[in-house]
T-cell receptor, first 113, second 110 residues
Framework: DAGVIQSPRHEVTEMGQEVTLRCKPISGHNSLFWYRQTMMRGLELLIYFNNNVPIDDSGMPEDRFSAKMPNASFSTLKIQPSEPRDSAVYFCASSPAGGETQYFGPGTRLLVL | SQQGEEDPQALSIQEGENATMNCSYK?????LQWYRQNSGRGLVHLIL?????REKHSGRLRVTLDTSKKSSSLLITASRAADTASYFC??????????FGQGTRLTINP
């Protein structure tokens, strides 16, 4: 079975550009999570969805970040405009209904120059 | 907020030895989980221990939980080169919202 799929795997962009990260959760999972991992701050939860509805976005750093989940099999995390301090690895994870464990994708390594 | 803190930050041992990592947390929990992250990869769930459990085993993994001390330990027995990875503990902060520690970076030397 396919796990969580993220694209792109690597992204290099220039400051000020828009960046869109994509995630396809495991089929049948109804919770989706976006995380950011940096050396300084570790793994931080940005936002999570249940049944395509955002439940907690308190981790979203600022208005430059937005996330959507238009259907059960697709989510996007957008950064506009991007800044060098956004450079990090962004992970998407999913979980089944009532599940306590999360299944992580391979991550997107973002570098903003 | 950061709930779990792992100790040590880095650990280097010889293949075949046992590796022990510790996690401390701050508030009451329903369960505590351990995840592994290989370099350049996503996190993989290893084991979950509930607050009413004191010890749990899975293959070469042994997890203990002491709720009175708000601490947990992960023991990997008979380590292998493939165990080289970072290990994170995670606790729930509200429904399904996991908070991860900074991790222990484990290196197994051949």
């Amino acid at each position: 079975d396919a796990g969580v799929i993220q694209s792109p795997r690597h992204e290099v962009t220039e400051m000020g550009q828009e960046v869109t990260l994509r995630c396809k959760p495991i089929s049948g999972h109804n919770s989706l999570f976006w995380y950011r991992q940096t050396m300084m701050r570790g793994l931080e939860l940005l936002i999570y969805f249940n049944n395509n509805v955002p439940i907690d976005d308190s981790g979203m750093p600022e208005d430059r970040f937005s996330a959507k989940m238009p259907n059960a099999s697709f989510s996007t995390l957008k950064i506009q405009p991007s800044e060098p301090r956004d450079s990090a690895v962004y992970f998407c994870a999913s979980s089944p209904a009532g599940g306590e464990t999360q299944y992580f994708g391979p991550g997107t390594r973002l570098l903003v120059l | 907020s950061q709930q779990g803190e792992e100790d040590p930050q880095a650990l280097s041992i010889q293949e075949g030895e046992n590796a022990t990592m510790n996690c401390s947390y701050k508030t009451s929990i329903n369960n505590l989980q351990w995840y592994r992250q290989n370099s350049g990869r996503g996190l993989v769930h290893l084991i979950l221990i509930r607050s009413n459990e004191r010890e749990k085993h899975s293959g070469r993994l042994r997890v203990t939980l002491d709720t009175s001390k708000k601490s947990s330990s992960l023991l990997i027995t008979a380590s292998r080169a493939a165990d080289t990875a970072s290990y994170f503990c995670a606790t729930e902060e509200g429904a399904q919202k996991l908070v991860f520690g900074q991790g222990t970076r484990l290196t197994i030397n051949p």
